[in-house]
């Protein structure tokens, strides 16, 4: 045998290890054993090499397990992106729990309700959300299992004493465990998206980015997300720990916190969404010129499409890293490089596997290429998702084994997907679709512009008029002039039907801390 065919039969062996710890949850245990020391999660809160990790999680899995909680149960995880979060996740995936992260910039209220909902037996809360937390628990007797993080919750034991006073052995019985997020609850309470989970079952789209990253021990990604967000949580902390990179993470995004960041710890790989590239392109040169940013190899990018101008300079600068993707917490997916991007501006990919992705009309026929309709996605291989414990949902979410989140889009002639917008979002003016994000694109090209929203209003005569609503860029006055000149650079551009009828101003547009813009605050605002 050459050593080549040796180097490969070896190669194999390994991801057949690294696979097989996988499926039980205990991979970070298989990159401590061969990497102790290097570091697995970096933060403005603290570091811990691989081995910490995951002892860590070993200390906290069997404090659960003594406390009574098995694999099936459930637990909550209300924290900022610190070494903890990292700790809780692995613990979660060795011990066959079912994870719930929650966005804590929620009331108390809100974070009640999930807590509740998700049916936790356990929280692990993070001290800088302690008001809000205590509510949030307060008269629910199913969570027996309260952590503390950062310091003193009142009726919360201290995680670090809890994790001190357990082993770091590994479990004896291991099980895999998964992650149950919820939706943003736009059009009511948010639900717990649930899938059954394959060990060792990988969808298409996955599959496509694994290719693509080449991710590596030794790489080094960057998050630049709330974890408690998914993809954040699977592209910046799972599939990473999964390949045994450092993590580094970022606790609130900043443009040129990112550069630095980058340049300081070499980092390869990143998952951010649009309206990043936006702010990244709107440092000064000499800013953005003044960090070496050259070790990039994979930027993954999502959550909602990327205006084409912004995208185009973004590859221009830093060359074809640039990778696109365009799935749901629910399942999903397109993918696309930024070659074929470029061949096809705009677009959100291409369909990772034959008949993922079909377009449909409202009576729910097929539409042909080009035609404009809802996108609904197939059913992930690794089983059918559902709405926890809301079955009426689940069923009306499908049309046999496909799936809509409410997206309106086209297939083009040679099978790529292009997004027009929501259907929430959807402007219909004198009985005609106007779809927001395609003025947005346009008034991001203005050198005025800093960040913009369209959305409809209602109007008498009209049904709805359209309205953009811009966030100037620094030093730049919100004057009447500013908004004519604004109107009439969209219409230089657009079918006049489309443009903006009035121009409204603000300080700073309302967005989700995962980049999407919060069009109905918007309306809500200017409605009047």
């Known amino acids: ?96 729990l079912r994870i719930t992260p929650v966005n804590w910039h929620l009331t108390g209220a809100e974070m009640a309700y999930i807590v509740a909902d998700c049916d936790a037996k356990a929280i692990v809360a993070d001290v800088a959300f302690a008001e809000a937390v205590t509510e949030a628990v307060d008269g629910n007797d199913v969570v027996t299992v309260r952590l503390a993080v950062g310091g003193d919750i009142p009726g919360f034991s201290p995680y670090d004493e809890t994790l001190a006073a357990s082993s770091a ?63 954040p949580l699977s592209f910046s902390l799972a599939l990473p720990l999964l390949h045994g990179m450092t993590v580094v993470l970022m606790d609130g995004w900043d443009a040129e916190e990112t550069l630095r960041l980058v340049e300081k710890h070499k980092v390869t790989h990143t998952h951010v969404v649009p309206t990043m590239f936006h702010r990244l392109l709107a440092l000064p040169d000499d800013v953005r010129a003044r960090y070496d940013v050259s070790s990039l190899r ?23 890293v640039v990778y696109e993707y365009y799935a749901a917490t629910e399942g999903g997916g397109t993918f696309v490089d930024s070659d074929e991007w470029m061949a096809k501006p705009g677009t959100v990919g291409k369909p990772t596997e034959e008949g993922v992705v079909r ?54 002639e040679d099978g790529y997907l292009f997004l027009t917008g929501r259907i929430a ?8 679709n106007i779809y927001p994000a395609e003025v947005d694109a346009v008034l991001l090209t203005h050198p005025a512009v800093g960040d913009v929203g369209t959305i409809g209003v209602p109007d008498e005569e009209w049904g709805e008029r359209v309205v953009a609503v811009v966030e100037p860029k620094p030093g730049v006055e919100p ?3 500013l908004a004519e000149a604004l109107i009439a650079f969209c219409r230089e551009q657009l079918a006049h039907y489309k443009c903006p009828r009035t121009v409204e101003f603000v300080e700073q547009l309302p967005r989700h801390d995962n980049g999407k813009l919060y069009r109905r605050k918007l309306r809500d605002l200017f409605a009047g």
């Open 298 to 320: 994979h930027i993954l990018h999502g959550a909602a499409p990327c205006p084409v101008d912004v995208k185009k300079r973004t590859i221009e600068w830093l060359g074809p």
């Open 359 to 412: 377009i449909e009309d409202d009576n729910g026929d097929e539409l042909p290429a080009g035609e404009i309709g809802t996108v609904y996605l197939r059913a992930s291989a690794q089983g059918r998702f559902r709405y926890y414990k809301d079955n009426e949902k689940t069923e009306a979410s499908y049309h046999g084994d496909y799936f809509t989140v409410g997206d309106h889009g086209y297939l083009d």
């Open 1 to 96: 045998m050459t050593a080549s065919a040796t180097e490969t039969d070896a190669h194999a062996r390994e991801a057949q290890s690294r696979l097989a710890a996988a499926a039980t949850g205990t991979v970070v245990s298989w990159h401590a054993e061969r990497r102790p020391d290097v570091p697995a999660v970096v933060s403005a809160y603290g570091d811990r090499t691989f081995a910490e990790l995951d002892a860590n999680a070993n200390r906290l899995a069997r404090a659960l397990r003594a406390a009574g909680l098995q694999a099936g149960d459930a637990i909550a995880l209300v924290c900022r992106n610190r070494p903890e979060f990292a700790e809780v996740h692995q613990a979660a995936q060795r011990s066959g």
């Open 169 to 231: 052995e590994p479990l004896d019985t291991p099980a895999l465990g998964r992650s149950m997020l919820y939706t943003s609850g736009t059009t009511g309470r948010p639900k717990g998206v649930d899938r059954e989970v394959r060990p060792g079952g990988q969808t298409a789209l996955y599959q496509r980015i694994f290719a693509t990253a080449d991710m590596a021990a030794g790489d080094v990604h960057l998050c630049t997300g709330p974890l408690y967000h998914a993809a």
């Open 479 to 481: 004057t009447p002039q």
């Open 425 to 432: 979002e959807l402007i219909i003016s004198g009985g005609v």
